[in-house]
């Protein structure tokens, strides 16, 4: 009997040594993964473990002097570690001693927050984080900054705000800090905007992230959302030297208007970012970035024209949809529609309750960036599901992706590209389709 009870906790013990040694993405650890311990935390104890982690704020100390996004201010005591679990809360306390001073034009005041920061860094490995993002108009993020350069594996958002689309957003991004008379300092230089097909903080998932010295590679939930090479980022690539890790929650004024937050916002104790665990691991050598994964969707490249798409444009309109030469994302054939009421579809086949990833490159030429804002869109309908787009707004050829998940009987899906604008025109190129695993 005594031996019986111990079974359970032998084998719970064994799971956990097992999670641990290899990346949710690698399961048989394949890749020769190394758990670097230093960096690692699974958040088993009582407070934050002092020896692998500051706490933005302690004893007056501000890794990279960054006290906060203002109005939030980053506080130790919102910083915890309970039931298995780090905890970052934002809290509304409008009679906090904030400091005297201001960031990017706004004022600290009402709103307190936390971050932890590694005290160890790492140079290329596997980052990997199970959490579930504050659940309110506040980031939950993971990222790390180095010498030149920071990357954000995400910067989740919690709460509607200006759309529902932001609670969907898993954002990844390189910021240049490389040189402060550079036009491109502190800015985002390279982007990829992935819409998750769930709500960041409604439950617990698994991101990672593989960083190599020729790729990088984005997961979630163990599926690969996209690899990018050194060489298509080119000088944008900025993440070469040895990198700290960082986990916060900022208010973000892109987001929300900072006058515009109440107590409301925040209920109760506050909102948590909740993490589960946070792993890096490394391995020796260089990995390998090539994708063997079958495109589904037909004549994706326009090459052969209009080809397998089905134009479902107002037959009305004055002006006709094409497949435009020499106006590709690589010099070939790309989608032209004209102008509003134009679109493309095509229907394609697919497995009953199965996650697939679509993504596409879409170019607004008459968007400036500045006052000029046009927009077109690629989505996915009769899948299952509600329809879903990814949207986009730029100028130059820029790439979007979405998730979606069959129904348990639905064999096919539609997939198609539409201009949003009445009066501007719209490309396309390159649209793809995988299945999650596939």
């Not at 001073?101 to 990997?128: L, P, V």
């Not at 984080?129 to 919690?158: I, M, Q, Y």
């Not at 800015?187 to 990829?192: A, D, E, G, L």
Request: with cysteine; aromatic share 12%; charged share 25%.
């Amino acid at each position: 009997m005594k031996y019986a009870s111990i079974i359970p906790l032998i084998l719970c013990c064994a799971l956990q040594c097992a999670a641990e040694t290899a990346p949710h993405t690698d399961p048989e650890n394949k890749g020769a993964w190394v758990l670097n311990k230093a960096l690692s935390d699974e958040f088993s104890g009582t407070k934050v473990d002092s020896e692998k982690w500051h706490i933005q704020g302690t004893d007056d100390h501000y890794e990279n002097n960054f006290k906060g996004r203002a109005p939030s201010q980053f506080v130790p005591a919102n910083v915890s570690v309970s039931d298995g679990h780090l905890k970052i809360t934002t809290k509304w306390q409008p009679d906090f001693g904030f400091l005297d001073a201001q960031k990017d034009g706004h004022r600290y005041g009402n709103i307190t927050t936390g971050a932890i920061i590694s005290k160890t860094n790492f140079q290329h490995g596997y980052m990997e984080t199970r959490c579930k993002a504050a659940n309110g108009p506040v980031s939950s993020s993971f990222w790390t900054t180095g010498k030149g350069g920071e990357l954000d594996v995400f910067e989740h958002w919690g709460k509607d705000t200006k759309s529902s689309e932001s609670t969907h957003r898993y954002h990844t991004s390189f910021h240049d800090w490389r040189d402060n008379k550079s036009p491109t300092w502190g800015k985002r230089i390279w982007t990829n905007t992935h819409r998750l097909d769930f709500h960041v903080g409604e439950a617990f998932h698994v991101y990672g992230f593989e960083w190599d010295e020729n790729y990088i590679k984005i997961f979630v939930d163990g599926g690969l959302v996209r690899t990018v090479t050194r060489e298509e980022v080119g000088d944008n690539w900025v993440i070469d030297d040895p990198q700290k890790v960082w986990l916060d929650s900022e208010i973000f004024p892109w987001e929300v208007k900072p006058a515009s937050l109440t107590a409301a916002d925040f209920p109760g104790e506050g909102l948590d970012f909740v993490v589960d665990y946070v792993r890096i691991w490394q391995r020796k050598g260089s990995g390998d970035p090539k994708e063997i994964r079958q495109n589904l969707i037909k004549n994706s490249s326009f090459e052969s024209g209009l080809t397998d798409w089905d134009d479902k444009s107002n037959p009305k309109a004055p002006t006709k949809t094409s497949a435009e030469d020499n106006a590709g994302c690589d010099g070939a054939k790309a989608a032209f529609l004209p102008q509003g009421g134009r679109a493309l579809e095509q229907k394609i086949d697919l497995k009953p309750n199965t996650t697939y990833i679509l993504s596409g490159w879409l170019s607004l030429p008459g968007s400036d960036g500045k006052g000029s804002w046009h927009h077109a869109s690629f989505g996915v309908k009769n899948y299952g599901g509600e329809e879903v787009r990814a949207k986009s707004t730029a100028h130059d050829f820029t790439r979007y992706s979405l998730q979606f998940t069959t129904g348990s009987s639905d064999d096919s899906a539609t997939v198609f590209f539409t201009n949003d604008q009445k009066g501007h025109p719209a490309f396309g190129d390159n649209f793809e389709l995988f299945e999650v695993g596939g």
